[in-house]
């Protein structure tokens, strides 16, 4: 089973970013998804995360300019990043759920420049 994320980048602030998470070996419909951030120095944090039937939450840090997406047909989510700002800078990692089962990407970095 592999999770990759892809999509990161250099971009500048108020830019936007779309990442993209895929799943081989399973089917990510059958899962609870996350995307997750870490900064450089600090622990990794949960940025948004989206149910099976597609109900997504939001941190309040991400809220309105982030959304989370999935497209189950394709085994696939999403992170749509916009309004960008220097500290959304970090390694963002896809996360997939189900029950005690969890398996993680290797992350994709995503670089605001201000």
């Known amino acids: 089973v592999e999770l990759v994320e892809s999509g990161g980048g250099v971009v500048q602030t108020g830019g936007s970013v779309k990442l993209s998470c895929v799943m081989s070996?399973?089917?990510?419909?059958?899962?609870?998804v996350s995307w997750h951030r870490q900064a450089a120095g600090k622990q990794r944090e949960l940025v948004a995360s989206?149910?099976?039937?597609?109900?997504?939450t939001y941190a309040d840090f991400v809220k309105g300019r982030f959304t989370i997406s999935r497209d189950n047909d394709n085994d696939a989510a999403y992170l749509q990043m916009d309004t960008l700002k220097p500290e959304d800078t970090g390694v963002y990692y896809c996360?997939?759920?189900?029950?005690?089962?969890?398996?993680w990407g290797q992350g994709t970095q995503v670089t605001v420049s201000s």
């Open positions: 996360r997939a759920r189900r029950g005690g089962e969890e398996f």
């Open positions: 070996g399973m089917v990510l419909r059958a899962y609870e």
């Open positions: 989206i149910t099976l039937f597609g109900t997504p």
